[in-house]
């Protein structure tokens, strides 16, 4: 074969908003990657087989090539795409350019095979209990997948506090908002939340990606300050 693009690691299924295992390179004759090949602009467009209504494709959509080996936009590691709703894809790549913005027409569109996008879900994994005034609550949550699979993730978790009785003038003092780690679990204890009045409360955990409030949020048990 003249020099053509070929997927050597097949999209697999993933969790939304997660990283999808994919390998795309340059090749040429007896289908070996040409380490030479430093070309720009490969094009990435999504293709929704079912479901992923409204779907939007992140970290980009086009890439450039290193040594032969598609990568994200900064050039380190291969492709970085995440999608947002689950659903049945594929994606095509297409739009080799080299180094001078000469088209390589020799390189044809090549599409993937097909993958599933599926849903995840917050859990609180420890629950807040009863505590005195301004002591520090204990909570951690979790990212899982339909199969309750945690989900490793670097998103940014909220908890905003709810009062079901009493609370009057009662405020949050803590770290409202951390990390999801990479094991995924989000640690509300490394600065532990305290609310400064008596009251009954719940917390709601939302998580965001790329400034956007996912749904669906997940609510605490209820507990009881004294």
Known sequence: ???????????????????????????????????????????????????????????????????????????????????????????TFAEVTDSVGTSIPATAAITSAPFKIVPVHIVVTQQPANVAVNAPIAMTAGLEDPNNNVVPTGFQVFSQLQTISGGAGAQVTGGISVLFSQSGVANFNTYPLAITAPGTYEFVITFQFQGTTVEPTVTTAMFTVT
Do not use: C, R, W
């Open 1 to 91: 074969l003249p020099l053509h693009l070929s997927i050597a690691s097949q999209p697999t299924d993933t969790p939304a908003f997660g990283i999808i295992p994919l390998q795309v390179n340059l090749e040429g004759p007896n289908n070996k990657v040409d380490t030479s090949a430093n070309y720009t602009s490969l094009g990435a467009s999504l293709n929704t087989i079912s479901g992923g209504t409204g779907a939007k494709l992140f970290s980009g959509s086009e890439f450039a090539f290193k040594d032969g080996v598609a990568t994200d936009p900064s050039g380190g590691g291969n492709l970085v795409m995440q999608l947002d709703t689950p659903g049945t894809y594929s994606l």
